[in-house]
């Protein structure tokens, strides 16, 4: 059975007729298998593990944390009124163990429930070998310490790609803009949007004719080209200039934010930036797991559109690694 947590406690709720009451089939789930684990609160899940006999709790918590609807303050004056701890001072307690429903995850209360230790608590699956060595080696510096073990190998030596002499794996297209503009809580860069539009159109074809020739025409037009944004608002202006004028191909651009692309793929995403020379790259530096699972959603190539003055800072910062690590201009 394949459900969500809001789900599952609803399917093993039984009925006694005879005592005429209902009651929860605790212990019955042979094995509960948890996917995404990094972007479940704890209290969303936790119930649901009293009904299994075992569990195997997979995720990332480098990736998309949960949307938390308890506030910190909140979380601390119900632990204790709840009598889980005395006093607010013992609540630096259930942060670290992963017992707090305002920042945690059901990912890190299984690391530390976790026999294994590699690194630090839990099983760390270190092998990648979705993206090519270049691409991935940004995630690695970025969140995971080099602890991941690169392993589908170089574009410079993979005979087999598609894009040898069309595209490099990392690459950036300057767009000089001094500042995006806001719509709403979001923001969008309307000259990003057109640049990225007239990109595709002059390369789509190309690129379609590039991986069918390595691929003999068996290749899926939807697993290629994924554009990626920040902001809401970006995503829905480039969708709506795809639609308008390129609309042949459409169907085959998927268009959103770092949040609707986490668990997918794509040979190449093009990142909007949207930030302009002025605004700063609050956004970028503030969340570098979002930009993790943005750049490890390319397996082939992670192209940077926008103005390269906003991402500026140290290498530790996701903006200034990007930064160093998309040198190669992309016409």
Known sequence: MVMTFFMLPKQFLAYNGNDKNHYYMYNYIDLL?????????????????????????????????????????????????????????????????????????IMKLASLSCAFDKYKKGLFLCEHRRCYNEIVTYCNKLVYEDKLEPKRGSVVEDKNNALSGLLPAMGHKQITVSRSQKSGSSRQNKEEAKQILAWLKANYEAIVDCYRKKGKNSINEKELIGVITPFKSQSILIKKLIKEEFPDYAQFIDVGTVHTFQGAERKIILFSSVYGNEDGRYFINRAPNLMNVAVSRAKDSFLVFGDCGCLSGGEKTAAGLLKNMTKTIVK
């Open 33 to 105: 298998i948890v996917d995404e684990a990094g972007q479940i609160s704890p209290e969303v899940a936790a119930p649901s593990f009293s009904l299994a006999k075992k569990a195997v709790v997979v995720g990332d918590e480098e990736q998309i944390p949960p949307v938390w609807g308890t506030t910190r303050a909140l979380d601390i004056a119900m632990a204790i009124s709840n009598k889980v701890i005395d006093g607010k001072e013992q609540y630096c307690e259930l942060e670290i163990n992963g017992l707090n429903c305002s920042q945690s995850s």
